[in-house]
């Protein structure tokens, strides 16, 4: 019995140490790090969707597909890599990006996108549930770059107008395009 009361405490305070471990590692990674991706969505307002309302779980899904998406996208222009649109992009949007990409490749250009937040506002959600259409207020720092040298830098707060398409196990974004400032 003793054996197995002295194995009982060995164990207890190797899983407590390990715990403290874990406490220390966890308590030493910035909270930015913590929370890089929900915090680039600043706000996500589906109040004035129509003529349908957005169920909670789409609205998540839109929400987790959209950071991945402008992340995907922020990766693509810094690294000059087109393939790494495909999982977020389709139609249109593919296409426009792509471009742009293709057009940096050909002129030894890269831009890297700091991004400081978002507010997405749905504003149409198809009665079939096929689009998603909402407007995006993005906060984004843009190095414009060759090689590594930072030609320019800008901060700008954009507005997009965005059409969001199902597709099999998440949400695509179809149209991404720039609207003039108001």
């Given amino acids: 019995m003793n054996r197995v009361h002295d194995f009982a405490r060995r164990s207890g305070i190797w899983l407590a140490m390990i715990g403290l471990i874990i406490l220390f590692v966890l308590a030493s990674i910035p909270p930015s790090m913590l929370a890089a991706g929900p915090r680039l969505l600043q706000s996500f307002d589906v109040s004035s969707s129509a003529p349908r309302a957005v169920e909670p779980t789409t609205a998540l899904a839109i929400q987790r597909d959209y950071v991945h998406a402008w992340q995907s996208l922020a990766s693509a222009l810094e ?24 057009a940096q490749q050909q002129n030894g250009l890269s831009r890297r996108i700091v991004d400081h937040g978002h507010h997405v506002r749905v504003s149409f959600y198809s009665p079939d549930g096929s689009s998603l259409e909402a407007l995006d207020t993005a906060d984004l720092e843009i190095e414009y770059r060759e090689g590594s040298r930072v030609l320019s830098t800008e ?17 695509k974004v179809r149209i991404l395009q720039e609207l003039p400032p108001s």
Wanted: charged fraction near 20%; charge should be negative.
């Fill in 79 to 102: 690294e000059n890599r087109s393939d790494l649109l495909g999982e977020d992009f389709i139609g249109g949007a593919q296409q426009q990006w792509q471009e742009a990409i293709r």
């Fill in 155 to 171: 901060h700008v707060q954009a507005h997009y107008m965005v059409l969001f398409t199902p597709a099999e196990n998440s949400w």
